[in-house]
């Protein structure tokens, strides 16, 4: 016998039709009747009506009946469960016993009186399924497998200590189906006792060391972690493990991200430091510890310095493409989520250790790099503890050139080119602690923190050439400066980055909800304990021939010199100036959120909801003292010079500057009567801000097994508080302002997710989003010169950017372990934010005025191509091949304020990705990796287009070697920039360089313990 069409009505609703309730369940004994009722309850439902019909179409099973079941309002729960029961019962008793004609046509049942003869199957006879899926060798937890019932829709997922739960469940035998890439899938029996818990343990069998044709490591390396949880995701993320970032020499998150599909990286010295998701403006992305969002060191953005935490502390990666409402809306490019380590990510104690050391081909030192990290559970696994250390250091030199650009007569000639040597070393020190208390199975308490610093020590050697005039006949390619400045500068600038954030919060399941929520704290600080300027200036301005035709390497030449190495004696102190700057900015956090499921008709549903409290405290401060006067026992040029030269790029530029130079001689400087504050540094640039956001959402999801739908909106009210101050640079005086800014939005969303197959996945999304102006930016200050009618300034009366996003992705899951995905994105623009220079009227006159302002409209869309395979089909030895291949293609543009044309968004390349391919057989593991991003704007000239910066086109390979000694010993090899790329920026053209870098290649070998 099949039961065809249960279905249940509210009372008020109209009688729905036969058409419209095709979908089959299988009732072939009382307990799964029973089952199926009980899935079919909806807490309105009372009174029951039933009719029962014969097939139009007759088939092989003469006992097959259509049965329409309508709930009416007026019974609690036990006895709409008991009539349900009894009426399905009846049916099917007298459709055995009934005649096919008499059975063509339909009858109505009522059965109200039915439940107190029938025993009950209360909500309290329900039970469970409880359990935990990992890894059947190593024991590890497996994150994001899918467990489903078969013959149902009911399905769950392993949270990252490997638990599921299946809820409300009737008495029953059950079978699961239990699966996870890279893994054998398997299936289990299972028996639900009337209100029992069934506990599950679920060790699976990673299918390479099934077939014996893989190193064990190998599994991890090609992402099982990464894929099974992207692939149980709701939404679009891409999700990258610890133990992937492992295989690319990567030594900072900013690196390890761009590694992913859409996400592109910016450099500092050759380190990643800010990302661009999908072509959007770093700022345009928010970064989270644990969920907790971080805030920015550096004063002048709210993007973070990615660089200052390294790679050894974290769990995974997270990058969320498309939010839902239980996400913060400041993430118009992605949500990037660092996930940090976790005891119950384990099934025991552990120990993860890395040592390695380094060198660079520009400079030498110490380079050196050390992790490690403890974990282990006590108490019967109800507490578990994990900490995290990790300390690097590395030493470089790096030879930079810059040209500044100025149109003359409709053509670009050079007007400024400074040579620096730097001389740096740059330190990380991370720490991260995580105490899981498990209160009980339903019941999880936590406690978390991380601090990040980031330290570098740099020396510039600079040598300045400012050009007074060029000579008649000269062209942009060839001629002669003439009335040359020439100036040597050496600078100590010392920057320290610091992140730190405590996390306290809780997990609690109900039988009708779950309950979670956080208090948290985060705070960034960027401090410049040193920053000091000595120079001295040529005593005579020389003509410099110049041959400007190749604009990577221009030749000067003076005529009588060796290169451009003038003679120490021809130097006479210029200036000392010290600069003191600091920034803080402080978040403190409180979010709860109640999940409640519940049934829609054949759906399992879900609705979510939940409050969050932001409040940032952001401030700047900085100071400048200069002193143009030689004291008396001042160093001249040749006491602060040393013997080694500087080579930059090729020019031969003098001597270099001793580094002992400030520690010998800037308390002269400073007790010198001359050296004095800079009055108007005192004020200009400083700022206090606060910023409060209160937010609410609500979200439902829905569930038909094949297909999920996610439905909501998030409300965010934002409250700013700045004060600032007005200086007048020609009066030399001061006045605080303060401005206040009040805003709300509404954020709709929905996402759909559809398995076509199990491996076939594609998913839509139209979600929106925000990005609020740097509080700087909001904040009032300004900086008046009067007598020229010139103004810089804030603007208090900037609009956030707000997007609107759709975005489609198909995702095919390769067996074994792989993925091939394509992807499409759109995202619309109102009010982006630039900085320009117009011309506006101020108390009736026209004053220039520089200051951030809103454009009307933009866009950015795009595709993503993705694909990582281990080629295990392929004949030995050619099965230890791998790809792991990625693509994006973007475009944008967006309006400039004050009718200034249109420009593509800061930070948008058009052409990114990677190409890795990597061997691994016997225990060896090699990599090479290429990266690539295209040229892309990194701001707007304030006065002429044509002189637009641009970071140039960049590509950079990498090579990793791994040789697997022992299951717990691991010896590795890494370089960097094989082919020794260097950096470029340019004003408006290639051809007109602005700015050229190069960083060398690095080395790095050492060995990784794993216990």
Request: proline residues 4%.
């Amino acid at each position: 016998m099949r039961v065809v069409g249960i279905r249940m009505r509210h009372k008020h609703d109209r009688f729905p039709s036969l058409k419209a309730s095709k979908r089959v369940l299988s009732a072939q004994s009382e307990a799964d009747r029973h089952r199926f009722a009980s899935r079919s309850v909806s807490p309105k439902a009372g009174v029951i009506v039933l009719t029962y019909c014969l097939p139009t179409v007759r088939s092989a099973d003469k006992q097959s009946n259509l049965i329409w079941i309508v709930f009416f309002g007026g019974l609690d729960v036990d006895k709409r469960l008991n009539a349900l029961g009894l009426a399905v019962a009846t049916a099917l008793t007298a459709a055995q016993g009934s005649h096919a004609a008499d059975l063509e046509t339909q009858g109505v049942l009522q059965i109200a009186q039915a439940s107190a003869q029938q025993p009950q199957i209360a909500g309290n006879t329900l039970g469970s399924i409880e359990g935990r899926v990992q890894d059947a060798n190593r024991a590890f937890q497996l994150n994001g497998a899918l467990i489903t019932v078969e013959g149902s829709n009911r399905e769950a997922r392993t949270d990252r200590s490997g638990r599921f739960s299946l809820v409300g469940l009737p008495p029953d035998n059950y079978r699961l189906h239990i699966d996870y890439l890279g893994y054998r899938s398997q299936s289990v029996e299972v028996t639900v006792e009337p209100g029992g818990k069934a506990q599950l343990d679920i060790g699976m069998e990673d299918e390479a060391v099934a077939m014996g044709v893989m190193n064990v490591q190998a599994i991890r390396d090609i992402q099982s972690r990464s894929l099974n949880r992207q692939r149980a995701a709701d939404n679009i993320m891409t999700v990258v493990s610890a133990d992937s970032i492992g295989r690319f020499p990567d030594g900072n998150v900013a690196e390890s991200l761009s590694r992913t599909s859409g996400v592109s990286v910016q450099r500092d010295q050759g380190e990643g430091r800010y990302i661009n998701v999908r072509g959007a403006p770093a700022e345009f992305n928010r970064v989270a510890i644990d969920g907790i969002a971080l805030p920015s060191p550096d004063g002048g953005t709210r993007a973070i310095d990615l660089d200052t935490i390294p790679t050894d502390i974290v769990a995974s990666l997270e990058v969320t493409k498309a939010l839902t409402p239980d996400l913060d809306a400041d993430s118009i490019g992605g949500h990037v989520n660092i996930t940090t380590r976790s005891a119950f990510d384990e099934s025991g104690p552990f120990l993860r250790a890395n040592v390695g050391y380094g060198y660079n081909e520009l400079g030498s030192g110490d380079n050196h790099r050390l992790g490690l990290t403890l974990g282990n559970t006590f108490a019967d696994d109800r507490i578990g503890l994990v900490v995290s250390a990790s300390h690097s250091r590395t030493e470089r030199q790096t030879d930079n050139v810059e040209h500044d650009w100025t149109e003359i007569d409709g053509e670009f000639f050079p007007e400024e080119t400074v040579f620096k040597d730097y001389e740096l070393t740059r330190e990380r020190y991370a720490l991260s602690g995580r105490l899981d208390f498990r209160v009980s199975e339903r019941s999880t308490l936590y406690l978390s923190g991380t601090h990040s610093k980031f330290v570098d020590d740099e020396i510039r050697h600079a040598t300045e050439f400012e050009y007074g005039g060029y000579a008649p006949g000269s062209t942009p390619d060839s001629g002669t400066f003439e009335d040359v400045e020439v100036t040597k500068e050496l600078r100590h600038r010392r920057v320290e980055n610091t992140l730190n954030q405590l996390a306290f919060g809780g997990e609690h399941r109900f039988d009708r909800f779950d309950v979670d929520y956080r208090v948290s704290t985060a705070r960034a600080e960027q401090r410049y304990p040193k920053r000091d300027y000595l120079e001295y200036t040529l005593n005579y301005n020389p003509d410099i021939d110049y041959d400007w035709r190749n604009g990577n390497s221009p030749k000067l030449s003076v005529a009588g010199i060796d290169g451009l190495s003038f003679a120490p004696e021809d130097f006479e102190f210029s200036q000392y100036e010290r600069r003191e700057r600091s920034s803080k900015d402080r978040e403190h956090t409180v979010a709860s959120n109640v999940t409640v499921p519940f049934q829609l008709g054949t759906a399992d549903a879900e609705a979510k909801f939940g409050l969050k409290v932001r409040r940032k405290e952001k401030s700047q401060d900085e100071d400048r003292f200069r002193n143009r006067s030689q004291p008396a026992d001042g160093p001249e040029y040749s006491d602060v010079i040393r013997n080694e030269r500087s080579n930059n790029f090729g020019y031969r530029l003098g001597n270099r500057f001793r580094k002992n130079t400030f520690d010998r001689y800037a308390d002269i400087y400073r007790n010198d009567p001359n050296y004095r504050a800079r009055a108007g540094y005192a004020y200009f640039g400083d700022f206090k801000a606060e910023e409060d956001i209160y937010a609410l959402y609500g979200m439902n999801t829905f569930d038909w097994g094949a297909t999920r739908l996610i439905v909501g909106a998030r409300v965010e009210q934002t409250r700013t508080d700045a004060e600032a101050y007005y200086w007048d640079d020609d009066a030399e005086t001061a006045s605080l302002q303060e401005a206040s800014r009040n805003y709300t939005h509404v954020f709709p969303s929905l996402h759909l997710r559809h398995e076509i197959s199990r491996n076939l996945i594609v998913r839509g999304a139209y979600t929106t989003a925000i990005n609020r102006p740097n509080l700087n930016q909001f904040s009032p200050y300004a900086e008046a010169e009067p007598a020229d009618f010139e103004i810089e300034r804030g603007n208090p009366k900037l609009d956030p950017t707000y997007a609107h996003n759709l975005d489609l992705m198909a995702e095919y899951y390769i067996r074994p372990l792989g993925i091939v995905s394509a992807g499409a994105f759109y995202k619309r623009l109102n009010d982006p934010i630039f900085e320009v220079t117009s011309n506006r009227e101020i108390d009736g006159e026209l004053w220039e005025v520089s200051q951030p302002d809103n454009g009307d409209s933009g866009y950015l869309y795009g595709v993503e191509l993705n694909w990582q395979q281990g080629l295990s089909f392929l004949p030995e030895p050619l099965d230890g091949f791998g790809v792991f291949a990625n693509y994006t293609y973007t475009e944008s543009d967006a309006d400039l304020p004050a009718g200034q044309g249109s420009v593509r968004l800061p930070g948008q390349s058009r052409h990114s990705g990677n190409l890795a391919l990597y061997y691994e057989r016997h225990g060896f593991n090699t990599r090479i990796s290429y990266n690539y991003r295209s040229a892309f704007i990194d701001s707007v000239h304030d006065t002429n287009r044509a002189l637009d910066t641009w970071w140039d086109s960049r590509a950079q390979i990498d090579l990793s070697a791994s040789y697997q000694a022992t299951d717990n010993f691991q010896l590795y090899a890494e370089a960097m920039n094989l082919t020794d790329s260097a950096q470029n920026r340019y004003r408006g053209d290639s051809n007109r360089v602005y700015e050229r870098e190069k960083f060398g290649r690095f080395y790095q070998a050492g060995a990784r313990l794993n216990f």
